[in-house]
């Protein structure tokens, strides 16, 4: 189903998302605040890709032009998902910053990358096609039958 909200909402944690990591980045794990806000930031990350997989994804499945890219964009995310998840489950109580910084330059040029691949081509397939399948759904609703009275 389409919303209007969707996209800007997700852009938005893109951008929330970015400025969470790079606050991790400039403290480090070495102190209880490094680790409170990578906590943090994988919660936010976690709670992104929920809200991509209920609201995102099957709307994108549900128009017959983007189903191929609604499936592939989310296979891809299945394998990244398991690695961001893996790299902050292993700095949970890490304290060497040059692991953290290695595991951090990794999982933030893969997230980089995917945030632009997704605001590029994905967001705009969902907002082009998705747009159009709703509005043409509505317009259906509203048009009277022949033979009716208006």
Excluded at 21 to 48: D, M, P, Y
Excluded at 59 to 83: H, I, K, P, V
């Amino acid at each position: 189903m389409f919303s209007n909200t969707l996209i800007p909402a997700l852009l938005h944690d893109h951008a929330q998302m970015r400025e969470l990591l790079e606050s991790v980045r400039r403290q480090g794990v070495a102190t209880a605040e490094g680790q409170r806000l990578l906590r943090r930031a994988r919660q936010f990350i976690v709670a992104h890709l929920q809200r991509e997989d209920a609201q995102l994804y099957p709307a994108l499945r549900g128009c017959g032009e983007t189903q191929a890219l609604a499936d592939a964009y989310a296979n891809e995310m299945q394998e990244l998902s398991r690695e961001i998840l893996a790299f902050f489950d292993g700095m949970e109580g890490e304290h060497d910053e040059l692991v953290f910084a290695r595991g951090f330059g990794k999982v933030l040029g893969a997230l980089n990358k995917r945030w632009t691949r997704e605001e590029v081509r994905l967001y705009p397939a969902y907002d082009r096609h998705c747009r159009r399948v709703r509005e043409a759904e509505a317009s259906r609703r509203t048009e009277i039958p022949v033979g009716s009275q208006a």
